[in-house]
């Protein structure tokens, strides 16, 4: 107990959470490592008992940690003889992991403070002040919120400093941005987890104060994309306000360079074609090229989709910066500072305040960003989804990345990766002080996500749900071990650092392992990207190699070396080889051409044989790409020979023939461009990468490689991302042919082995299969009243019933259906049609069988609008 003021008469009241309370008129002193002095503190590490090492200390029996006035560490010795006095333990006050903040005026409330040390002295750690000892010290600036770093010697090594650690974090949001928005569909998903495991963090639970859960904190909160990682307090003054209007105004200025980015493409471009003989239109025109509409488009379509990723990855921070303004605690004085930054006094009694620029600031921001940033992107995908833009190319360009990972019916789940944001940190600010309550909050809600994945499964691939699955699964043990944190008072020491060994081993074991699912993801892509390559490379080679290029476009070794020998002596002279090298390409460099006319003169003579020429200049353009890799010992001597820098004549051969082959190429690509043909289209992107790869290095039949750009030929319109039967459309044939294709992989198995009949009768099916789809929907009508695990014996039993027996079964069905329904709704009941073939051997057109379904669509049609039964 403790009297107030120091006034005895008044009631004694119990001793404050968080503070220590000797009795007497001495006032409450926050708990912290200021009670005890380093030598105590290693005694309590050792499991001794307080007040017998207090007895020792004011005895003498310590020497060290006793001052001259016989206090022990900023402890009087009034505090230590009445602990003595009343045979009082210390550790049923204080906890020596444990430390509290205190007004020294109003000694009556105490808070938690990671930063304090406690004492008489009411005092910050070391590098720390201000209220709740948040700031850094004079001297210092803050490091990730966590550490306090000395500032540099110099102002200007401290602006150098910041400006290299802003750029660092503008540039890992670009990167991050670049990334979200490529192939690599992992890395969206992996950040989102990260992301919500520092909103974890922010709990407020006693985490343990070990280095690596430090070093954790600041990692994760990096990808918060909090501006002020590195806070600037050696250049300028800076607090919590700073962040905030910093934070919050970020999003406007990156509009704001986007639009004059796109202004300033679009001035240039005009520069370029005005002629104006200005100097500055001169000046604008030497250093930079023209960009025609197309280019101008491309570029406002970037803009927008780098935009909207930053509102996407940077949507918990801006989401945290508009909630925290509204969380004030109360002092015992009355005053009321800010949770998110303590140097911020709330609801002072004027006006135009601090606080109440930022309360009205982040109302704007709310309906700006935190509702604003959903409601763009559900609208973005509502209004592509309901007019059939999904497939559109440039639709899917600029906005592919937040619907293409998922399966088409669930083209809106990425609100929900916004949503587990948005929940967490409304946990993290108007939850702060009560952790159970946002442990079993957060619990039930991730609960609820993996109920919901597992329904769902919402992703086109199945490694993706499994990264997703494992995800929430480790936050929410992230969750369990926070509650055992939470709990820490009645654990033992050795509990509570295995715990902490095992939550440490969870987060770096999840991210461990959602790294490996997305290098995987990342050397799919690659392989892809280096499939369409070597493709292309093989495509040329191939074509040379049959003929078919150089017959339809006018070139092949002989006539390559014809035209080139001008004089028809048989061999080519050095000018006339480097004429012949220029025309294929003019900016090849004349040192290359000489370097090698002397490398492939193999006898020396000064000219060059057409032997020569085609052995060196026109063979294939890797051998690796017609045979088998290196062998282990040729692999050895290259990665020498590289390491080293040794090289030989072959070497130089090499690197001339691929700089011939690299112009060579360049002049295909204009040709096939002029002649509106691509080398690679659709097919690539079709295809395994893995798979596809391998066939371009290995395969040895260039008339394979010749037939697969045929078949890419007459397949890229269909396997396009724009066709009517992509992946992103929603036509009725592209809904039918996936569900179709999903139940039934072997499908195209099938039909590559099928014979011309089996392909026609499969052809009537679909069509007859689809008109009934377009009456009675995907899931159908009768089908419906069957459950679920039963369907498949049912269309067993159909496929093998008799005509009476079919009827009969439909009659039945057709009749629990009518009972079942509601009056006032709309049946969509199919008029059965006649069999393919029914049980009395008549054949039966399946044309006129479709035609009879079609015919009764407009009965049907008429019925629904009458609210009719047909």
């Known amino acids: 107990y403790f009297h107030p003021e ?23 002193i926050p708990c912290g490592t200021a009670l005890f002095s380093d030598v105590v503190r290693e005694k309590i590490a050792a499991g001794e008992n307080i007040t017998d090492i207090l007895r020792g200390v004011v005895a003498g029996v310590e020497g060290s940690g006793v001052a001259a006035d016989g206090s022990v560490d900023g402890v009087g010795s009034l505090v230590v003889q009445q602990i003595l006095k009343q045979g009082v333990d210390l550790d049923a ?30 005092a910050c750690a070391e590098k720390h002040t201000g209220r709740l000892c948040e700031q850094c010290a004079e001297g210092y600036f803050s490091v990730g919120g966590e550490i306090c770093a000395t500032c540099p010697t110099s102002w200007s090594m401290s602006v150098l400093v910041q ?25 969206d998903l992996f950040f989102t987890f990260l992301q919500v495991a520092s909103l974890v963090q922010a709990f407020e639970v006693k985490w343990p104060q070990t280095m690596v859960y430090d070093v954790t904190h600041i990692i ?69 090229s023209p960009i025609d509409d197309n280019g101008l488009s491309e570029l406002a379509d970037l803009m927008m989709q780098r935009y909207i990723t930053y509102g996407i990855i940077s949507y918990n921070v801006l989401v945290l910066k508009c909630f925290e303004p509204f969380m004030c605690t109360k002092l015992p004085n009355g005053e009321y500072f800010l949770n998110a930054g303590p140097d911020v006094t709330c609801w002072s009694t004027g006006i ?35 007019y059939n833009f999904l497939a559109h190319p440039r639709f899917l360009k600029v906005f592919g990345f937040l619907y293409t990972k998922f399966d088409v019916e669930y083209f809106w789940w990425e609100l929900t990766f916004l949503a587990r944001r948005f929940f967490m940190c409304v946990l993290v600010v108007f939850f702060q002080g009560t952790p159970s309550s946002q442990i079993a909050i957060a619990m039930l809600f991730f609960v609820l996500n993996i109920a919901a994945h597992s329904y ?51 987060v770096w074991g999840t991210t461990g392992a959602l790294l490996c699912i997305g290098w995987n993801d990342v050397l799919r892509v690659l392989a892809g990207h280096n499939a369409e390559k070597l493709m292309a490379v093989r495509m040329l080679a191939a074509l040379e190699g049959v003929g078919l290029a150089y017959r339809e476009m006018g070139d092949d070794p002989g006539k390559v070396f014809r035209d080139a020998d001008k004089d028809q002596s048989g061999e080519l002279s050095i000018d006339e080889f480097k004429k012949k090298l220029k025309e294929i390409d003019p900016k090849m460099d004349d040192g290359l051409i000489e370097t090698t006319f002397q490398l492939i003169d193999e006898d020396g003579s000064g000219t060059v044989s057409y032997e020569e020429f085609r052995k060196h200049m026109w063979r294939r353009f890797q051998p690796a790409m017609d045979g088998a890799p290196l062998t282990l010992s040729e692999s050895v001597v290259s990665f020498f020979r590289r390491l080293f820098s040794m090289k030989n004549k072959q070497d130089d051969l090499d690197k001339a023939q691929a700089v011939f082959q690299s112009a060579i190429k360049s002049k295909m690509d204009r040709t096939l461009k002029h002649h509106n043909t691509e080398l690679v289209g659709e097919l690539v992107n079709t295809f395994q990468p893995h798979a596809l790869y391998h066939f371009a290095k290995r395969e040895r039949l260039d008339d394979n490689i010749v037939k697969f750009h045929q078949v890419d030929a007459w397949m890229s319109p269909i396997v396009a991302d724009d066709s009517h039967v992509s992946a992103w459309s929603l036509t009725a044939e592209a809904v039918f042919f996936r569900n179709l ?38 899931k159908g009508v009768y089908g419906k009243l069957v459950r679920s695990e039963d369907r498949a014996p049912v269309v067993y039993w159909l496929k093998e019933a008799t005509s009476a027996q079919h009827l009969t079964l439909w009659e039945v069905m057709d009749a629990i259906l009518i009972a079942s329904a509601n009056e006032s709704s709309f049946i969509p009941r199919m008029i059965r049609p006649p069999t393919v073939a029914d049980d009395w051997g008549v054949d039966i057109d399946l044309e006129e069988v479709l035609e009879g379904i079609k015919g009764a669509l407009p009965q049907l049609a008429a019925a629904a609008k009458q609210g009719g039964v047909v």
Request: aromatic share 14%; hydrophobic share 45%.
């Open 6 to 28: 120091r006034q005895v008469g008044m009631p004694c009241q119990p001793c404050p959470d968080g503070a220590f309370c000797a009795g007497g008129r001495i006032q409450p």
């Open 93 to 122: 006050f204080c906890r020596r992991d444990e430390a509290f903040w205190g007004d020294p005026r109003f000694p009556s409330e105490f808070y938690p403070c990671d930063n304090c040390v406690g004492g008489t002295s009411f």
């Open 163 to 187: 400006t290299v650690a802003a750029l660092l974090v503008l540039g890992l949001w670009y990167l991050i941005a670049y990334i979200v928005c490529s192939d690599f569909e992992q890395v």
């Open 220 to 288: 994760f909160s990096v990808l918060n994309l909090d501006v002020d990682f590195v806070q600037p307090q050696c250049v300028m003054n800076w607090g919590y306000t700073s962040t905030f209007y910093l934070q919050l105004g970020l999003p406007i200025g990156i509009l704001v360079l986007c639009f004059l980015t796109y202004m300033g493409a679009k001035m240039v471009t005009e520069m370029h074609m005005s002629g104006s003989t200005n100097i500055f239109a001169r000046m604008i025109r030497s250093v930079t």
């Open 352 to 386: 135009f305040t601090w606080h109440t620029g930022m309360v009205t600031a982040a109302t704007g921001a709310f309906l700006l960003y935190v509702v604003g940033i959903p409601l763009s992107i559900a609208a973005v995908l509502m209004y592509g989804n309901k």
């Open 456 to 506: 769902a499964r919402p992703f086109r691939k199945p490694d993706m749900d499994v990264a997703d699955a494992v995800s929430l699964l480790a936050i929410s043990f992230y969750l369990i071990s926070a509650t055992l944190f939470n709990c820490f008072k009645e654990m033992l020491p050795y509990q509570y650092t295995s715990i902490s060994v095992l939550t440490m081993g969870l």
């Open 741 to 778: 294709v999903k139940g039934s992989p072997f499908l195209i198995d099938w039909l590559l082995t099928s014979s011309k009949d089996d392909k026609e009768t499969f052809r009537k099916m679909v069509a007859s299969f689809m008109a009934c789809q377009n009456v009675v929907g995907h």
